[in-house]
């Protein structure tokens, strides 16, 4: 059998006497011959393809042209690892990363969706917002002096009835972090609504559990991926978030350690 594997990710398995037959993607239409070397799209506008290689293979990390050298740290990383194992999940900060074959000799690092049952069904190529989070946590942890503290995207806060939905929230390390079953941890953050609505709250509203949740931190990566950087910070730090921006930072002394700077953003 001969593996077919289209420049948008499609891939099947076709009879060895086919080769060198024209088809086809029943994915996207784009013309593909059986057995040829799988093309490579073009990086769009804005975005470039870093490559590295390591033996026999050449791995390649697609993201924003500013995060480009992060790329490059991320492709250094893979190769101190071991020898590429395609398809292998690993973590790079809290995201899971794998390496997707391109032909024979190329290892694309890709993201797998984790809202779908079969996470790495549908790879995201351009690996830009797993890179943007932890150079966003590289800088909020510099600045406050903190240790990171790990976590990952399968893990779990709680959060108060709506607050993913609303623009202006909190986060509040509350609670110390406990397992919930062997691969999910619930990290004892607290996803607050408007911190002038939450202090106004009745005492009657915040005392009822039926107002919270626990919800997986992916959820928050999908949508607000910035607020997910304040996660590895410490037990009583405050974060405050505006739409997909972490503004301010405060210390378990409510001072201020960390403010928003639009002239070093990474998302967006």
Known sequence: MIQVRCKCGFSFEAQDAARGKSIECLQCQSPLVIGAAAAVAP??????????????????????VKLAPIAEALLDFVARVGPPAPR?????????????????????????????????SSPQRDVSSALALTTLQAGLHETTRTNAEDFRLVDALLAYRGTRDERRVFLHRKFPRRRLDDTTTDLGWFLGPDPDYWANLSDREANDERNYALIPIRELYYTRPALVAALGLPMDWVAHGDGNTLTKVYDPADRLAWEFDPSRRVFG
């Open 43 to 64: 990086a769009p506008a804005g975005r470039t393809d870093v490559e590295k290689r390591v033996g026999a293979k050449v791995l390649v990390a697609r993201s924003t």
């Open 88 to 120: 292998a999940l690993f973590w790079w900060g809290p995201v899971p990363l794998f390496l997707l074959p391109e032909g024979a000799d190329r290892l694309r690092v890709c993201e797998p969706d984790l809202r779908l049952e079969d996470a790495r």
